[in-house]
C-alpha cells in the first residue's frame, strides 16, 4: 500500500482548524472528501501540526496510504481539481516509506506571525494579519524574545485545553523583524522549533506586542516564563496573523522515488 506525503497549502479563514469535525468545515475534512472524490477510498490524513480556526499554511504536510500506486502528478492534480472552490492547494506530492510519518518524523515546525502596525485598518490582507494601531518598538520586542529562546517550562504560553504530556520545549529560533510597506511597517515574528504547545506560539506573541508598546520589559518576560503563571501572559494573538510556513524531517531510509 503506497504511502503518500501532500505538501499543502491553505487559507485557515473559512475553515474550524485543521482537525475533522463532524458539523464544521475543516481543512483535514476537504482534502479527504476529495481524496474519497477521487480515488474512491476513504483514507485518513496524518498532518505535521493541527493549526487551529483561522491559522493558515504554506506549506503544511501530511501523509495517507492508498491501495494504488497512483503517478504523484496524477494525485496532485486530482485533488486540486476535487478541493475547488475551498481555499486549499496540494503544492506537491512525494511516495515515502511506510516508515515515514508526517508528524512523528517531523524534526522542525516553522511559524510566521504578521502584525500591521498602522491606525489604519486593513483592506486586501485583513485576513493575515493582526492590525496594532499603536507604535511598536521592534528593538524592545527581540531583546524579550531572546528571554525565550531555549529549553525552558512554557505552562504561562500554553492554552488550558493543552493536552501535551509536558510543557518543556526548546525554542531553537524566535526573531522579530521590521517590514517596509510603503507608508506602514509590518512586523514579523519568526519561531522554530521541533515542536509547539497549543497557543504557545500566539502567546508568546501577544507577550511581545506588551514588550514592543513599552508596558513589559524583557526582565518582565523572563518572569513570566519563570512563574509558569498563565494568566501573566500577554493576550492571545488572533489567529489571523499565524502561518505555518515550513516543515524540516531527516530523509526517509525508504526513499521518496516515484514510481515510473
Known sequence: MPRYKLVIEYDGT????????TSQPSVQGAIES?????????????CA???????????QVAHLDLEKAWRTDVVRDALNAHLRPNP????????VGETFNARHSATRRHYRYRILN???????????VWQVPWPLDVGRMQEAAIRLLGLHDFTAFRAAECQA?????????????????????????A????????????????TLMLAGSGRLSADD??????????SRCGPLAPACGLTLVGVDYTTDPSGFEAPK
Open 14 to 21: 473559512p475553515f474550524c482548524g485543521w482537525q475533522r469535525q
Open 34 to 46: 476529495a481524496v474519497k472524490r477521487f480515488s474512491g477510498e476513504v483514507a485518513g490524513l496524518t
Open 49 to 59: 501540526g493541527r493549526t487551529d480556526t483561522g491559522v493558515h499554511a504554506t506549506h
Open 88 to 95: 486549499v492547494a496540494i503544492l506537491g506530492v512525494e511516495i
Open 118 to 128: 498602522r491606525r489604519t485598518p486593513p483592506v486586501l490582507n485583513r485576513t493575515q
Open 165 to 189: 504530556k509536558s510543557p518543556v520545549r526548546t525554542l531553537d529560533q524566535l526573531d522579530v523583524a521590521v517590514r517596509p510597506m510603503g507608508l506602514h511597517e509590518e512586523i514579523v515574528v
Open 191 to 206: 519561531t522554530s522549533a521541533r515542536a509547539f504547545l497549543h497557543h504557545q506560539v500566539r502567546s508568546m506573541v501577544g
Open 221 to 230: 518576560v523572563a518572569e513570566i516564563l519563570a512563574s509558569r503563571d498563565r
